[in-house]
């Protein structure tokens, strides 16, 4: 089958940097996204990863190693407002539909 | 502004009474699908669509319809409502279906069937 694993919650404090992980089992890949929900809303892109390394856009940079099926978020100087749900999602190359993991919910302390 | 628009935001129905969610996009993209999300587990597709008159399955079908006669929209038809599709329903359109453009998602409706 195709699985996704993330935390389910994870804690940090304002103006620390968090890591997120996500490692997937999937038959076939083509990249790993990530993106932000927050409570209420709607999900946000964040990032595409298709190849192996980090990707960095402010102060959000997603890392991905396609050789240990695994990927991570990392969040720096973080902000209340990064309080939110995080999801990653693995496209494979059959159709290319996103798979997505269940969420981690980080929750910022001041 | 480009964005996805979904309507209505929030329906309470009954059940068996059919209904449709609709979802309009104006950034000419050609790929659209739609997810449901509930607690713990995600967000879960129900359909998607590559292109005009182009539509395909996902995960969790059952109990739902779609349409694309045009490509800037993609309504969601749920001809006989059950209590076990209540759920909070996402569209969301893309350049490709790959995830390598990103998706941009609607607001969301939140659905109660009773």
């Known amino acids: 089958g195709q699985s996704l694993e993330q935390p389910s919650e994870v804690t940090a404090v304002e103006g620390a940097i968090v890591q997120i992980n996500c490692t997937y089992q999937t038959s076939g890949f083509y990249g790993l996204s990530w993106y932000q929900q927050h409570d209420g809303g709607a999900p946000t892109f964040l990032s595409y990863?298709?190849l192996d390394g980090l990707e960095e856009t402010g102060r959000f940079s997603s890392f991905l190693s396609r050789s240990d099926s695994y990927g991570y978020l990392l969040l720096q100087e973080l902000q209340m407002k990064d309080s939110a749900s995080y999801f990653c999602?693995?496209?494979?190359?059959?159709?290319?539909?996103?798979?997505w993991g269940a969420g981690t919910k980080l929750i910022i302390k001041p | 502004e480009a964005q996805v628009t979904q309507n209505p935001r929030y329906l309470i129905t009954v059940t068996g009474k059919k209904l449709t969610v609709t979802c309009s996009q104006n950034m000419n993209h050609e790929y659209m699908s739609w997810y449901r999300q509930d607690p713990g587990l995600g967000l879960r597709q129900i359909y998607y669509s590559m292109n005009v008159e182009v539509t395909d399955k996902g995960d969790v079908p059952e109990g739902y319809k779609v349409s694309r006669k045009e490509k800037r929209n993609f309504p969601l038809i749920l001809e006989s409502p059950s209590p076990n599709q209540t759920s909070l329903y996402f569209c969301?359109?893309?350049?490709?279906?790959?995830?390598?453009?990103?998706?941009?998602f609607g607001s969301g409706t939140r659905l109660t069937v009773v």
């Open positions: 999602a693995v496209s494979d190359d059959s159709n290319y539909q996103l798979i």
């Open positions: 969301a359109s893309s350049l490709s279906q790959g995830g390598n453009y990103g998706y941009t």
């Open positions: 990863n298709g």
